[in-house]
């Protein structure tokens, strides 16, 4: 019985200070200046309560960078140049059902997003390339579609990239706006 008790006491003194030293080793990463969020289409649908029967149809994971005072569209993101559509990884777009943008079907599935902005239209890109930094690595020949789409004016600046979903009649539009500049992609359902 003794040997038992002796060995339950080293155990759990090993394990305690095995604990203890594993964390105290663990370096936690700073706050990312631009954090990551993640919309839905329905808006709703992952927050979704028993017996509430809404499904994703869409979900966009993406960084939000921040204006901080400097001008975006022309300067800090040049026009004419492949932008990852937010800061940091590539922003990616899941469909969870064939959708149609562009005019083109588009299997469910994972996308990458990326846009060319220009002073009046930008061209929204969908890509195959999933999981990569930025617009560094940026591969045209695994487009899935290209569309170009109209810039709005805004009034009054956004200080975070922001991207949402509304409601259409053949499916949802996704509204993507920083500083005062916004665009939609539509997206047939």
């Known amino acids: 019985m003794k040997n038992i008790i002796f060995v339950v006491f080293a155990l759990v003194c090993f394990g305690v200070k095995a604990q203890s030293v594993s964390t ?7 706050a990312d200046p631009s954090p990551a969020d993640i ?28 204006k901080k005072g400097r001008e975006i569209f022309g300067v800090l993101e040049q026009f004419g140049n492949v932008w990852r559509f937010g800061a940091n990884e590539n922003t990616e777009i899941r469909f969870f059902e064939k959708v149609n943008v562009g005019g083109k079907k588009i299997k469910a ?10 002073k009046d239209t930008w061209t929204i890109i969908l890509n195959k390339q999933t999981d990569k930094w930025g617009a560094f690595t940026y591969d045209s020949s695994k487009d899935v579609v290209r569309v170009n789409v109209p810039v709005k004016s805004l009034a009054k600046p956004i200080e975070y990239f ?9 499916g949802a539009t ?11 992609l539509p997206i047939g359902l």
């Open 109 to 118: 599935g994972t996308y990458s997003l990326f846009a060319i902005p220009n």
């Open 39 to 66: 919309v839905y289409f329905p808006l709703n649908a992952a927050k979704a309560k028993a017996g509430d029967e809404t499904k994703p149809i869409i979900k966009v994971i993406y960084s939000r960078p921040q």
């Open 24 to 30: 105290s080793t663990i370096k936690f990463a700073a």
């Open 174 to 184: 996704l509204i993507a706006a920083w500083d005062k500049t916004q665009v939609e």
């Open 162 to 170: 922001s991207i949402t979903f509304s409601p259409s009649p053949n």
